[in-house]
Structure formats: C-alpha cells, structure tokens
C-alpha cells in the first residue's frame, strides 16, 4: 500500500484548503481511511475517519469545519478543511486501518498500518 498526500500549504485563518491522499494498492473492503495531524514533537491526533460504511467521524475541534470524503473511482481519500485557525497547523497524514468490528475505526495510531508521507499545513493569523 503507498499514501500520497497532496494539497498542503499556507493560509491565512478563515481560509480553506483541499487535501488529497492517492491510496495505491488499497483494496480492503473492512478497512478505514483517516486523517492524523501532528504538531512538532507531540503525538498523531486523529482528525477524521471513514469506516467500511463510510460513516464518518471527526475529533470535537474540527467537527462542522472539515469534511473527509472518499472517490472510490479514483482511490483517493479527500480532507475538506474550512474556517481554518492557527491551531489546525501541522503535518497531516493518510492511514489505513482495519476496521476492528467492521465498523468504526481505532482511535490510536498505533492501530493504523499504513502511512503516507504527510503535507505541511500551516495557518497564519
């Protein structure tokens, strides 16, 4: 499995951006695609995730802000981020993971087997 993430960069706050994540050889159908950020030095946070369903869901600090989407034609995972402030800056990361029921996702990263490479976003006041 390869994770291409795209769409990173600078923004002023209120701004928006699009990430994109191309997933090559993915085809687990029990699987969840999510979005992970870090911040120098601290721990991946999830942000948001989509189960087997394609329910999603979102940590509490971007929820009604960000939207993840997925094109099943183009096995590509997408991450709406608008409204953006200061403290959505970060690395941003694609993963994959089992479903652990077949549905929800794992809410640790350690529960998550692949990873891209990351996209610098960075959000200035």
């Known amino acids: 499995v390869q994770l291409v993430e795209s769409g990173g960069g600078s923004v002023q706050a209120g701004g928006s951006l699009t990430l994109s994540c191309v997933a090559s050889?993915?085809?687990?159908?029990?699987?969840?695609m999510g979005w992970f950020r870090q911040v120098s030095g601290n721990k991946r946070e999830i942000i948001a995730s989509?189960?087997?369903?394609?329910?999603?869901g979102y940590a509490a600090s971007v929820k009604g802000r960000f939207t993840i989407s997925k094109d099943r034609a183009k096995n590509t995972l997408y991450l709406q981020m608008n409204s953006l402030n200061p403290q959505d800056s970060g690395e941003y990361y694609c993963?994959?993971?089992?479903?652990?029921?077949?549905?929800?996702?794992?809410?640790?990263?350690?529960?998550?087997?692949?990873w891209g490479q990351g996209t610098q976003v960075n959000v200035t006041s």
């Open positions: 050889g993915y085809t687990d159908s029990n699987g969840c």
């Open positions: 989509l189960d087997p369903h394609d329910t999603a």
């Open positions: 993963a994959t993971a089992k479903s652990p029921y077949g549905w929800g996702c794992p809410g640790g990263d350690g529960e998550w087997s692949d």
